[in-house]
């Protein structure tokens, strides 16, 4: 049972566009939501994340949207660029667990 | 610069052989997770650790696989005996357990071929 479902599977922006990834969790004791960037042949690395007590974080051109009620949150990267492309897994976290979505490539074209 | 230290970085092994993975936590983090990232599976969470004892290890194959901390500063996945299709990029993470959900961090990962 897949428990962070993303969406989308791929993603194809021009370079200054606005990507935006979503995830929908099951699970209300999540309460840690972080965002990893993975590079190809490196492992996956911390980007940004939140917690449920805020509905926005803003961390350089990476901002988090966070819908508590919902159980959904999504990225946006401001002014997007080439160095940009690589995939992005958003992930749910609690005390002992973490569970990632399935990952979104992304690709911004010059 | 503490990082998560995980060796070897690449393994090709003929089936049947049994494969350790190694994986060196950050210092003083009190949580170790094993993931294994495959193109149709995306990140499966395999196991984890919370102060070395093991708290969840249901997404392994219990028949072959096998995780453990005999210290604070190593955690292994074995498999035995290895098949085609555990052919994956294996991901050890380690965090510290907060106020609410865990920071981790990942390993480089090692890139294991069965064939």
Known sequence: ?110 | DARVTQTPRHKVTEMGQEVTMRCQPILGHNTVFWYRQTMMQGLELLAYFRNRAPLDDSGMPKDRFSAEMPDATLATLKIQPSEPRDSAVYFCASGLVGAGGTEAFFGQGTRLTVV
């Not at chain 1, 969406?7 to 939501?33: H, M, R, W």
């Not at chain 1, 590079?39 to 819908?67: C, H, M, Q």
């Not at chain 1, 995939?87 to 979505?101: E, L, N």
Request: proline fraction near 7%; charged fraction near 20%; include cysteine.
């Open chain 1, 1 to 110: 049972q897949q428990q962070v479902k993303q969406s989308p599977q791929s993603l194809i922006v021009q370079k200054g566009g606005i990507p935006i990834i979503n995830c929908a969790y099951e699970n209300t004791a999540f309460d840690y939501f972080p965002w990893y960037q993975q590079f190809p042949g490196k492992g996956p690395a911390l980007l940004i994340a939140i917690r449920p007590d805020v509905s926005e974080k803003k961390e350089g051109r990476f901002t988090i949207s966070f819908n508590k009620s919902a159980k959904q949150f999504s990225l946006h990267i401001m002014d997007s660029q080439p160095g940009d492309s690589a995939t992005y897994f958003c992930a749910a976290s609690m005390a002992d667990d973490m569970r990632f979505g399935a990952g979104t490539r992304l690709t911004v074209k010059p």
